[in-house]
């Protein structure tokens, strides 16, 4: 049995006529976060968003190939996008709380998606605990749940869209560009969360910051114009990059 959470083989999407992924064919490793880096433009956020299917919001989009997530095929005409999207979550470039209290926020998967239209309060509240101390919230929170959530601190208001996601207990956890919008002390606290996190899920972020790239990421996966170049253990791929265009990137001489 491999230990792969994503695999895709041959792997093209096309917006109306642009084509942008090419063949692509990867294996993301279950458990570990794998970082997609590359120029922009390149085709990593549109990987990212095959994974939980987000694409298809987005214009006229034809998709060909495969893309196996916790070994189903994703594609097949009988997938349920509402259960995908449980199982794997979504962390945008900028939070997004919803304008309503923190303890509100937690439980907003729970109540849209619980098959049981009476979940207990005792059950809320320890779903609240539970995601709140699993991003490192909680003693910064406890006391103030009935707050509005987007009176947080930025860093605070990522790690409260990472928290959303938990009581419906997500297996993976896509993450784009998830420190754009924060400062260097913010981008160390999700950095921070994101290592705590692996083990227990399997992460992939899109970063164009390649000190994050290294610090965070268990295995990288080098795109250019919508093609697959190297992937590779992170430490192999910026130390001994095995295609000369990695090296030219990872060196800074474009992108």
Sequence with gaps: ??????????????????QALKNVTVNIPQGKITGLIGPSGCGKTTLLRCFNRINERFGYVTTT????????????????????????????QRPNPLPISIYENVV???????ERRDLRKSELDDAVEKALREVL???DLKDRLQHRATGLQLEQQQKLCIARL???????ILMDEPCSALDTAGT???EELMRALAGHYTIVIVTHNMGQARRVSDECVFMLMGEVVEH????????????????DYIEGRYG
């Design 137 to 139: 919230l909680w003693d």
């Design 108 to 114: 907003f998967g729970l109540r849209i998606h619980s």
């Design 232 to 247: 590779a253990k992170t430490t192999d791929l910026f130390l001994t990059p095995k295609d000369p265009r990695t090296a």
């Design 65 to 92: 190939g495969e893309i196996t997530v916790l070994g189903q095929n994703i594609l097949a005409p009988d997938v349920s996008l509402i259960e995908l999207r449980k199982h794997v979550g979504m962390v945008f």
């Design 166 to 172: 938990l009581p419906l207990k997500p297996q993976i």
């Design 1 to 18: 049995m491999n230990h792969f959470s994503i695999t895709t083989r041959d792997l093209n999407l096309w917006y109306a006529k642009f």
């Design 188 to 190: 160390l606290g999700i």
